[in-house]
């Protein structure tokens, strides 16, 4: 297990719990979704049920009052499912979060209850077709109209936008303004200009709803602004980047680890000439250095999240962390699927679906090359 060293009994308890749910609800339900490019509802809540999801909001939101090493411990179990699905990181981990950090009272008494029950699926709308990365360059406005804001553009690549109730548009409100131009607004999705566009086809994590999403003159109160005053989007992205890309590095460190541990046993099973293709030298050598890479990277990662439990990790070691974990995991995922064969390349097999899935690990949280750009600004300056 990744950061063990931090449990208490109650995170050992908290992860027989999420394991027993991913080998019941979700693993028989794996190929059934993929086909359906989605999840249903219905599993949301009854993961809500079970405690699983916002697992570290206060109890006074009807959260559990856990910590952050309970979102570590669903993050290896979820790996374990594979595919991607159901993104509860992104509704939990990601989108809310800005709502209990930035939120109004009456904004958390509406939406966290919801949030933790499953009753809300929430996502968050940053990248649009011509902004990724550079937040600065969006181009979606939110234009004041007396008590409410009209919201015009279009996002792209957004998970969880098929079944969410509730996403975080990241906007202009001050368009001629780059980084202080920007807010974040909750929009309800069966708002009047709300448009779903159709579900987008992905190289892997098929089974988790990626859309296109489009507002048409859509209204929303000016109370569902996330924040004080406009302008703050920016900033308070920032801020939330570096809880997002330390557990995006967490699910590749542990998409490692199972990719390793299928392929020992895999190479002890298989004959070749003769004799189990574990007994090879090629073999062992491969599987050792394959092994000291991922445990170093192991031991990085736990320094990292030592790190944000006391609220020191800077954006800078998160940046690094997601960047060298998820290189990490696409060079350990392909050269493990190599002993497979013809075998690893076909969809059932588990080490084909690891080798697709992890390919976007290198994009999402911020694409490699931006975050190689930030890290670099940071040492020379």
């Known amino acids: 297990m990744i950061a063990e060293q ?15 749910f991913v080998e019941q609800e979700l693993m028989p339900n794996r190929e059934a979704w993929e086909a359906l490019g989605t999840v249903p509802r219905e599993v949301w809540k009854k993961a809500g049920e079970n405690g699983l999801l916002c697992c570290d909001l206060p109890e006074a939101y009807g959260g559990a ?9 669903l993050a290896q179990e979820m790996a374990r499912a594979g595919g991607g699905a159901p993104a509860f990181a992104g509704h939990s981990e990601v989108a809310v979060p800005y709502i209990l950090q930035y939120g109004t009272e009456a904004q958390k008494r509406a939406w966290l209850p919801k949030a933790v029950s499953g009753e809300a699926i929430f996502a968050i709308a940053m990248t649009e077709p011509h902004a990724g990365s550079d937040l600065q360059a969006i181009r979606t406005t939110a234009r004041r109209d007396g008590d409410e804001y009209v919201i015009n553009g279009q996002k792209v690549y957004i998970s969880n936008a098929q079944q969410a109730h509730v996403v975080i548009v990241a906007c202009k409100t001050d368009p001629s303004a780059r980084a202080k131009g920007i807010s974040l607004i909750l929009v309800e999705t069966d708002r009047p200009g709300f448009v779903r566009g159709k579900m987008l086809k992905k190289i892997g994590r098929k089974a988790q709803d990626t859309l296109e999403l489009f507002f048409d003159d859509l209204r929303v109160p000016v109370s569902n602004l996330l924040g004080a005053e406009e302008g703050q989007g920016f900033y308070q992205l920032m801020g939330g980047l570096i809880q997002e890309r330390l557990t995006s590095s967490v699910r590749a460190t542990a998409a490692m680890q199972i990719a390793l541990e299928e392929t020992v046993r895999f190479v002890k099973e298989r004959q070749a000439f003769g004799k189990p293709i574990a007994a090879f030298q090629n073999t062992q050598f491969e599987l050792a250095d394959l092994w000291s890479m991922f445990l170093a990277n192991k031991a990085f990662i736990e320094w990292c999240i030592g790190r944000h439990l006391e609220g ?51 994009i999402s949280a911020g694409s490699n090359h931006i975050l190689k750009m930030l890290i670099g600004r940071e040492l020379v300056k």
């Not at 995170?11 to 027993?20: K, L, S």
């Not at 009052?65 to 411990?73: C, E, F």
């Not at 690891?354 to 976007?360: K, L, S």
């Open 312 to 362: 020191k990790l800077s954006s800078v070691e998160a940046a690094a962390a997601k960047l060298r974990a998820s290189e990490c995991e696409g060079v350990v995922i392909d050269r493990c699927l190599q002993f497979f064969g013809g075998m690893g390349y076909m969809w059932e097999t588990p080490i084909a679906r690891a080798y697709a899935d992890a390919r976007v690990n290198r």
């Open 6 to 20: 931090f449990f208490r009994e109650d995170h050992f308890i908290f992860q027989q719990a999420a394991r027993r």
């Open 65 to 73: 009052g856990g910590d952050y090493l309970h979102n570590v411990v």
